[in-house]
């Protein structure tokens, strides 16, 4: 076989899955910055910088520059790439959108380029219908309509580029191939931890797609144990901490609340029948599954048994299908694989269920679906009847375009998005609770006296909801808290932070506020005890310094409270009030 017949790209499929993944999307560009934007882009102080921030970047980990946290995650190419988009088009939303649309089309042609080389006895065709179906599967929508989704575009656009040089290797032998794909491993490390499973993804895809021996296999696997350890190597050295907290909130994973082993299994096994649901039929769809709207189970809770009786079926299947090289071995393999990283099986991560985490697993998804449509076609239906594929292919992406195309609307702001949210999973805490954050908004935002009440009594009531599903959500309470201030019930606001700082003693807002209405009752003993607890959790911390002037400004220490409104200024030059406050100081 020579090297054109493995690499052989026709045009006109690149154009058709290029502009329908243009297309499908097209409607983001009007869309706003939402939900997590404000952490990895908007309020990121090194990502603001553009490129002058690339070497805090590098020396931080992932939200450093928003909560100065250097702990769990180390992604600096995803923030780097957005330093250089807020160098060249500023905070414009529509632009970041339009590059996530341009990622992902390029992502789906990488998709057909891979499945081409994989796949060099078939037609280029059934390539096509993979990635095809790929490029229109709702279930996408969260990674491309989020800007934040960023992270995951860029790992799978090199974890994808890995696979297809590691191949191209394997089959040219040509040694430039070999450091092309332990480059692209390594920044797709670089984007997201998750790619850590390309160690045993690649071998496996080149046992099961060509013809190679263990010894063989071993040698191309080793580097990448190599490019492993040396991203480790670098993430050791700059985080502070490599773990997850052992005191995880139920609010951030259900499974946190799991009162053992057993339930917590079974559990996770119901989550899991959720995400295959999803990638069959991906109806409805949440931007959050928070705590209580998957309720701790057992295992005498029949979708447990059934999604189990699945799991234990399609290992037991991937696992005999090795030695015979079966196409749907590999993609069970490939998802099982791919998604085991952010499963819950293994250790707990931040999140209950989150649809971006089958981005790159659905691809394992499509192919499986394309060569299923492909052998019934082979088997039952007349042969004069070439069109099969396609016929049943379009049956399936009509809906899926209708879905993402609907579903692309609801991120167009975070009013839309906590709507759709709580219609989708209205037994959801946290879901409930960001609803109730965008009338409490309204409210604070609106001119009209009675519009503003309106809006914050609205907000109240969906607060007292979320507390009501999940009676130890602080931001909730917090929020309800600011509320009741809002709303001039200074004493229901008191309370509320006091459970707040009770349920979570580091909620460094909570202890704020709470010393501002000490401090606003002349209780400045008590106001400062709670500046300055704010103050130990976080040393930065603006306001607080600011409270701490106002506080000895009142107590008379001027020389004192100078200094606290001067460290406040240095961290906010834009703080007017403190401004102000140091001018009435100085007079």
């Known amino acids: 076989m020579t090297k054109e017949s493995f690499y052989t790209i026709h045009k006109w499929p690149l154009l058709l899955l290029a502009i329908s993944s243009i297309f499908l999307y097209s409607n983001t560009l009007n869309n706003d910055f939402v939900l997590d934007d404000d952490v990895v882009f908007l309020k990121n102080q090194f990502v603001q910088e553009g490129v002058s921030g690339i070497d805090d970047i590098l020396s931080h980990g992932f939200l450093y520059g928003f909560n100065q946290r250097n702990d769990q995650s180390y992604r600096p190419l995803v923030l780097i790439n957005y330093a250089i988009d807020k160098s060249l088009f500023g905070n414009n939303a529509s632009a970041h959108h339009f590059l996530n649309i341009l990622y992902y089309a390029l992502l789906v042609l990488l998709i057909y380029r891979l499945f081409v080389q994989l796949l060099p006895e078939e037609t280029h065709w059934l390539a096509f219908w993979i990635a095809l179906i790929y490029s229109f599967h709702p279930i996408h929508t969260e990674v491309i309509a989020n800007i934040k989704g960023r992270d995951e575009l860029l790992h799978a656009i090199f974890a994808v580029s890995a696979l297809f040089y590691s191949l191209k290797f394997f089959d040219l032998k040509e040694s430039k191939y070999r450091w092309y794909s332990l480059l692209f491993f390594f920044l797709a490390l670089l984007s ?104 701790i189970v057992g295992f005498n809770y029949p979708w447990v048994i059934l999604t189990a009786v699945l799991l234990l079926t399609g290992i037991v299947l991937a696992v005999l299908g090795i030695r015979t090289k079966n196409k749907y071995a590999w993609s069970l393999l490939f998802f099982l694989i791919s998604f085991s990283v952010v499963s819950n099986f293994f250790i707990l991560i931040g999140s209950t269920l989150g649809e971006r985490f089958l981005f790159f697993p659905s691809i394992a998804f499509c192919f499986f679906l394309v060569v299923l449509i492909q052998d019934l076609d082979k088997k039952y239906a007349n042969r004069r009847r070439k069109y099969a594929i396609p016929m049943l292919t379009a049956i399936l992406l009509i809906p899926m375009a209708a879905k993402t195309i609907s579903r692309n609307a609801e991120w167009e702001s975070n009013e839309s998005l906590f709507i759709s949210g709580v219609e989708a999973t209205p037994n959801n805490s946290r879901a409930v609770s960001a609803l109730a954050s965008v009338y409490r908004v309204r409210g604070e935002s609106a001119q009209n006296p009675r519009e503003r009440e309106q809006n914050l009594l609205k907000a109240k009531e969906y607060y007292l909801e979320s507390i009501k599903l999940y009676n130890d959500n602080a931001d909730a309470l917090y929020n309800l808290g600011v509320t009741y201030n809002n709303l001039g019930n200074q004493e229901k606001a008191r309370l509320a932070y006091e459970k707040v700082v009770k349920i979570s003693p580091n909620h460094m807002n909570g202890l704020n506020n709470l010393g501002v209405i000490y401090f606003q009752r002349s209780d400045f003993e008590q106001a400062e005890q709670y500046f300055k607890r704010a103050l130990e959790l976080n040393p930065n911390f603006a306001n607080a310094y600011a409270n701490l002037g106002a506080v000895e400004h009142n107590k008379g220490n001027r020389e004192l409270a100078r200094q606290y409104y001067q460290k406040a200024l240095q961290l906010n030059p834009q703080d007017i009030n403190t401004r102000n406050n140091l001018q009435l100081l100085n007079n």
Do not use: C
């Open 192 to 295: 997201k931890e998750m790619a850590v499973s390309l160690i045993l993804l690649i071998p496996i895809t080149i046992y099961f797609f060509r013809e190679v021996d263990m010894k063989r296999l071993i040698q191309l696997s080793l580097p990448l144990f190599g490019v492993f350890a040396l991203y480790m190597f670098i993430r050791q050295m700059v985080l502070d901490d490599i773990t997850f907290a052992d005191d995880m909130s139920v609010i951030n994973n259900t499974l946190a609340g799991a009162p053992t082993f057993a339930n917590r299994l079974a559990t996770n096994i119901l989550i899991f029948g959720n995400y295959l649901k999803l990638l069959v039929f991906p109806h409805p769809l949440s931007w959050d599954y928070s705590y209580p709207h998957f309720q």
